[in-house]
């Protein structure tokens, strides 16, 4: 069975086909740079990093859009309380938004638009809807006609009085219809402005993500992602200006949304002011923490953000990477010690043969890892299930570490690959990489004090001995003399 995803337009489970057999494209809104990224974003741009992954993983070509709204009446506001201008405020923000993207591991999308170096794009939609019809102009704005486009409301399935009540909808005696939305809005005094055909103003929101999902993706594009919050109005909007303009149905195959994140009983997020910034949080945890808090939540569950769920988080991980960092140093002193260390490279002869089965057991438990996680990531994009796949695979490495016996190396091998090729994906034990040079050092250093301790008690040198573990201990790293050796790990 091959990917299933929950599409909001048909509000079910749908067996995932993609416009160009291969290749995905991914639209999602961006953010609107006035205030530091917070957690609520952070749960966005990471579940379609780890979806950008997973689809790579799986061999497609996998293309992202997504959109800078850097010209709003938000960061006009603070520029003005600030006494500076809107670009600097965006410009601020938005430096911010990739530092702690970066920082958390989220790829950047393959094109970032900026709408302020898209204004002729968009004006050309909006010119496009005028002619046809769906648009009209009011000295110098322009709205859409929603009872022009018989399908406005699909996406959201609500009833014009719904929509009424959702959209809280500014009285505005020049539109037609109290639902009509504006798409080009006149400039008042002060405020960044651009020629049009309509006189000087700039674009409304929404028009700019139908122009930009349009011009870098085309009509019909795979996935279209955003907030569960953006169903309606946004997304409705989105449609409606897209399918009106292009004349052709769907804008995006699939739309994706994801649940807010909470505090409390309230969503996250600037403008109610219970916000928590990616980069205050990042000084207390580290990127892989945060990437596990979420991939331990399904997508479309509400999460609620709290300093208990951030705890639990880390000391989970933790577990996973000590089990990393155990396997790795086994492998290790295998590679040093060779064939007769206590950890064979291969299974040669009788006394190797209970490390064979050893290993065996962990090539399973990496191939049945490795066939969870795809489960779990086919059934719309499950990370709980996938990294609970991780999980297991860490449980059969830990059994086989403490078990006394030999584990060929080979299979350590596979199952460490393995673990750090899934958690990868869900971008887990990334400090690895980070720093590498660092770490390689540091575990270099204490398994040359681990290895001369071992010396000094076998000279029977208690005093000495203990020195070395006492004093690591101190530095939080721990060590345990078991039947076959003297491991150690961080404590935290
Ligand atoms: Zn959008």
């Known amino acids: 069975?091959?990917?299933?995803?929950?599409?909001?337009?048909?509000?079910?489970?749908?067996?995932?086909?993609?416009?160009?057999?291969?290749?995905?494209?991914?639209?999602?809104?961006?953010?609107?740079?006035?205030?530091?990224?917070?957690?609520?974003?952070?749960?966005?741009?990471?579940?379609?990093?780890?979806?950008?992954?997973?689809?790579?993983?799986?061999?497609?070509?996998?293309?992202?859009?997504?959109?800078?709204?850097?010209?709003?009446?938000?960061?006009?506001?603070?520029?003005?309380?600030?006494?500076?201008?809107?670009?600097?405020?965006?410009?601020?923000?938005?430096?911010?938004?990739?530092?702690?993207?970066?920082?958390?591991?989220?790829?950047?999308?393959?094109?970032?638009?900026?709408?302020?170096?898209?204004?002729?794009?968009?004006?050309?939609?909006?010119?496009?809807l005028v002619e046809k019809g769906y648009a009209y102009q009011v000295d110098g704005d322009v709205f859409f006609d929603v009872t022009r486009f018989p399908d406005y409301?699909?996406?959201?399935?609500?009833?014009?009085?719904?929509?009424?009540?959702?959209?809280?909808?500014?009285?505005?005696?020049?539109?037609?219809?109290?639902?009509?939305?504006?798409?080009?809005k006149a400039s008042k005094p002060g405020e960044p402005a651009w020629d049009s055909p309509w006189g000087p103003g700039r674009p409304g929101w929404h028009i700019e993500c139908s122009a930009l999902a349009l011009k870098y993706l085309g009509s019909g594009f795979d996935f279209h992602g955003g907030g569960d919050e953006l169903i309606f109005p946004h997304h409705e909007n989105e449609i409606a200006q897209s399918e009106a303009y292009t004349g052709q149905e769907p804008f995006a195959r699939y739309f994706v949304h994801h649940a807010m994140l909470n505090v409390g009983d309230a969503k996250m997020s600037k403008s109610l002011g219970n916000f928590f910034a990616v980069r205050d949080v990042l000084r207390q945890y580290e990127p892989g923490v945060i990437r596990y808090y979420f991939a331990s939540r399904h997508y479309r569950?509400?999460?609620?953000?709290?300093?208990?769920?951030?705890?639990?988080?880390?000391?989970?991980?933790?577990?996973?990477?000590?089990?990393?960092?155990?396997a790795r140093r086994r492998i290790a002193d295998a590679g040093r010690t060779g064939a007769s260390g206590r950890a064979s490279q291969a299974p040669a002869d009788d006394e190797a043969s209970s490390a064979g089965s050893r290993g065996d057991e962990l090539s399973k438990a990496a191939s049945e890892a490795r066939e969870k996680f795809i489960q779990g990531m086919d059934d719309d994009f499950n990370t709980a299930v996938a990294l609970a796949a991780v999980h297991d695979l860490a449980r059969s490495v830990n059994?086989?570490?403490?078990?006394?016996?030999?584990?060929s190396s080979g299979g350590l091998r596979r199952a460490v690959d393995t673990m750090e090729e899934l958690g990868g994906i869900l971008g887990l034990f990334r400090e690895k990489e980070e720093g590498a040079a660092d770490s390689g050092l540091m575990d270099g250093l204490v398994e040359l004090l681990v290895q001369v301790r071992g010396e000094l008690r076998a000279k029977k040198e208690w005093a000495l001995a203990d020195r070395i573990r006492d004093g690591l201990r101190e530095m939080g790293i721990v060590l345990e003399d078991t039947a076959s050796g003297t491991v150690w790990k961080r404590e935290k």
């Open 399 to 407: 059994d086989a570490l403490h078990s006394g016996s030999e584990v």
């Open 301 to 326: 569950s509400p999460a609620s953000y709290s300093a208990d769920e951030l705890e639990a988080a880390r000391r989970a991980y933790e577990r996973l990477r000590s089990t990393l960092d155990a």
């Open 153 to 184: 409301g699909k996406l959201s399935r609500r009833s014009p009085d719904e929509m009424m009540a959702g959209a809280r909808v500014e009285v505005d005696p020049r539109k037609r219809n109290a639902m009509d939305f504006a798409l080009w």
């Open 1 to 128: 069975m091959g990917l299933r995803v929950y599409n909001t337009l048909t509000r079910t489970k749908q067996d995932f086909v993609p416009r160009t057999p291969g290749r995905v494209d991914i639209y999602q809104c961006g953010i609107t740079p006035y205030d530091y990224t917070h957690m609520g974003h952070a749960r966005q741009y990471v579940f379609w990093d780890t979806v950008r992954r997973y689809l790579r993983w799986r061999g497609f070509e996998v293309f992202c859009v997504q959109n800078v709204t850097d010209v709003d009446d938000k960061i006009i506001a603070k520029a003005n309380e600030r006494g500076t201008s809107p670009a600097e405020v965006a410009a601020e923000y938005h430096e911010d938004f990739l530092d702690v993207m970066d920082r958390l591991g989220v790829e950047r999308p393959d094109v970032f638009p900026k709408v302020t170096e898209h204004i002729q794009d968009i004006i050309r939609v909006i010119e496009g």
